[in-house]
C-alpha cells in the first residue's frame, strides 16, 4: 500500500531582509492511512512551518522545496486554484489557539457553510446546513442546532476547538493535521480534545498528524514520532522506541525535562507545614463577585462569584500552590492579596494587616513587602522602557530617598542575581527574549525585597526547557532569600516541583487542601483525581492504559442511559 | 428591546452637549465686534433703539439667551435679520437641499472610492502600486479644499472646459461634478488609508489563515471575513466624516456659488446676522449629532459583539 503523505526532503526558508532563515532542513516521513504521526519540538524547531509548507500556507516570505506527495499529488509548487481542492477538502486543519481562529464577525453557521460551498457546491442550502449541525452534534456541541446560528465569542476555548474539529471534518477528509490543537487549553478539557481527535479519526478513518511540544500529549495520542530541533529531523520512529529506548541525545534530553517535572516524581523530604510560623497572609471567608451585564431591561441583577467564602493562611516561608481550571477564581483570590482587587465581603490580612482597611502609607508598605510576577512576560514589562528603568521603578517609589550609586548596585546585583548580565541593563523587552523577559520580571519583584512573592501563572507561556531554568531560579531565590511563595498555576507538574502545600480550587471554592504529596498521592475529592490525571505523561504505556480506562467508563455510563 | 434603550439613551445624552453648544455659539456671535446694524450710513438712533427694542436686544444677555432657547424649544430660528421677510427657518428650509445633495455625493464617493482604493492598496501591500496610493492619499489629506477647489476650477473648467467654474443650475450633474469632487477628495483619501490600515491587519489575522487552510480562495475569503471586520473602523469614522463634510461645503459653497446652507451661515456671520448664524450652529449640531447616532446604530449591528452585549 502506498503511502497516504509522503514528504521528501523538505526545505523551507525564509528571506527576511536579505538574509535568508532555514526553517527545515531536509525533512522526510511518510505517513500511511489511518497513522496517527506526532510532530515534537520546541518552538522555533520548524515543526508548525513544516504542516504550513505542506498545506501552502506559509507567510509570503517563506519559500519551500523538495516534495510532498500527498495521495499522487505533488504539493509543492501547486497553485493555490489547485491546492484549495486538496485543503479544506482531503486535508484539514486546526490551530493552535481557538480563540483567534474563527472568525468572531460571522456566525459559526456562516463559516462552517462557507466550506461546504466550496468544497460541495452540489449540496442544497438545506443539506448544507443538516451537515454542519450533524458534525456539531458528533464533536459534542450541546444543542448544536443553536450554535449553528450563534458566534465563536459565545463559546469556551475547549468548544471553540470543537467547532474548528467540526469545520475541518466537514468534508470526510482522509488527513486532519492538529498544530498545538490544546496548547491554550486547561488539562482537563485537553483531555477530552485528544480523546475527541481520537474518536473521530477512528470514525472518519482519516490520518493525523498531531502538532505538540508536550512529550506527554504525544505518549498519550500518537503512534509515530518525529522529534524536531531547529528545523532539523531529530529522530523518527514508534512511540515506544522513541520513548523508551531514544537514540538521539536531543530526545533523551527531551524526556528528561518532560519526566524531571512530572507530577508522580517522589520528592525528597517533604517540609511539614510550619503551624508555629508566623501568619503571612490570611483570607478570611473572603468573597469576590462581579455584577454581570443585565441580559434585558428588567432582569435582575445577577453576579459572578469568582471566590466564595475562602479561608486560609499561609505561613512564612512556605510555598502555598493553588491549582484549579481557568474560571476557577484562582487569579482572583491572588489579587485580593494584592489589594489589587477589593473583597466583596469578608477580609484579607497581609503580614497582620486588613488591606481593606489601612491607610495609604501603610498599604504603601504592604505593597513592598509583596511583589507579584505574571504570566505573559512580554506584555507585563512595559515596551518603552529599558531593563534598566523597569528595574529602577521599583527602587524609586519605595526608596526614593537612595542614592543614585546605591540604586545603581543594586540594580546590577538584582539583574545577576537572575542570571542575566549587567550587558541587559540597557535593553528594551524586544530586545529579550521569553525566558528572559520573565528573568526581568523576576528581578523587578525582586527589588524592593519583598517577602511575599505572588506568582500567578508564571511559568505557563514559556517552553518546557526555560520552564525548567525559571523554576529552579524561583526555586534558589526563595532558598536564598527566605520569601514566602504563593504559587498559581494550571500546570500541575510545577506544581508539584515546588510548592510545599496546595489548595485546589474550583467555580471560587476550595475543593481540596493539604500537603503537596498527600494532595498528589491521595487525592480524595473526584475533582482533584480528574485533575491529576488528565496531565498526559510522557509514558505511552501508561496513557494507553488511561485512555482505555476512560473508554470503557465513557462506554458504561453511555450503556446504562 | 436593548436597541430602543441604547437609542433612548443617546437621545438624551444629546441634549446636554445641544444645551452646550446653543450656549457657545450664542455668547461667540455676541462677543465678535459690532451688531447686525451697524451700516455704512449709521441710522438715527431713534430708529436703531426701536429696532434693537424689537428684535430683545436691548434686553440683558442672559435674558436674550434664555428667551431663545425658549424659541428654538418651540422649532422656532426667529427671523433674519438680514434677510428681512424671510424667518430663519424658511432660509434652512430653501438652504439644506442643495447643501444635503451636495454632501450625501460626497460622501457617497469617498466611501466607494475610499473603500475600493484601499482594498486595492491592502491587497497589493508593499508594491508601486500600493506606494503610489498611498502617496496620493498623503496629498490628498494635506491640500486644504480652498486650495483643491480652485485647482480643480483651473483645470478643468479652464483648461479643459468640461465643467462649469460655478452655479448651481438647479443641480445639474455637469454643475456638482467639481464641487462634490473637492468636498470628497480629502475623505477619499482618508477613508482609503483607514481602509489599508484596517484591511492588513485583518488579513494577518488567525482567521483568515484558517480559511486559506480551509482550501477557500481569496476572492471569497476577502468577501465572506475579511471586509466586515475591515469596514468597522470605515463606519465609525463616518461620524467625524459627515462633520468634516460639512465644515468643508461651508467653504466648497462659497467657492462655487452654491446656494447653500454653507453660503448663508458665511454671509450671515459677515453681517452679524445673529439669528442666522445661530440657526445654522444648531442646526449643523443636530445633524451632526443625529449622524453620529446613526453611525453606532449602523456599528451594532455590524459588530456582533456588541449587538449581544447591548
Redesign the interface.
Known sequence: MSSLLSVKKLNVSFSSRGETIHAVNNLSFNLDQNEILGIVGESGSGKSQTVLSIMGLLESNGRSSGSVIFKDTELIGLSSAELNKVRGNKIGMIFQDPMSSLNPYISIGQQMSGVLRQHRPDYAKAETKERCIELLDSVGIPKPAQRYEGYSFELSGGMRQRVMIASALLTNPDLLIADEPTTALDVTVQEKILDLILEVREKFSMAVILITHDLGVVARTCQNVLVMKNGDPQEYGGINQIFYSPRSDYTKELLEKSREVSIYEDQEEEAKPKQNKDVVVSANETTVSFEMPKQTLFSSKEELIAVNNISIKVYDGEVLGVVGESGSGKSTLAKTFLALQKPTSGSVEVFGQNLSEINKRKMKEAHKKTQVVFQDPFSSLNPRMTVYEILAEPLNSFFSAMSKDSKDKDIENGITEVGLGADYLGRYPHELSGGQCQRVAIARALMPKPQLLICDEAVSALDASIRGEIIDLLLKIKREKKLTMIFIAHDLAVVRKICDRVIVMKTGEIVEKGTTSHVFNNPEKNYTKNLLSSVPLPDPELEQKKYKARRARSNSSSDSM | ??NI?FVLGRFLGAIPTLLALICLAFFLVKAAPGGPFDLERSLPEEVEANLRAAYNLDDPVYKQLYKYIGSILQGDFGPSFQYRDYTVTELIASGFPVSLRLGAFAILLALLFGTIIGTTAALNQNTKLDYSVMFFGMIGISIPNFVMAPLLVLLFSIVLSVFPAGGYNNGAFLNMVLPVTALALPQVAYIARLTRGSMIEVLS???V??????????R?IIF??VL??TLLPVVSYLGPATAAIITGSVVVEQIFGLPGLGRYFVQGALNRDYTLVMGVVVFYGCLIIAFNLIVDTIYGF????IK??R
Open positions: 428591546m436593548n434603550k489575522s488567525n482567521f489563515r484558517t480559511a486559506k487552510a480551509q482550501g477557500i480562495p481569496m471569497n465572506g471575513h466586515k471586520p455590524i459588530d456582533p459583539k449581544t452585549s
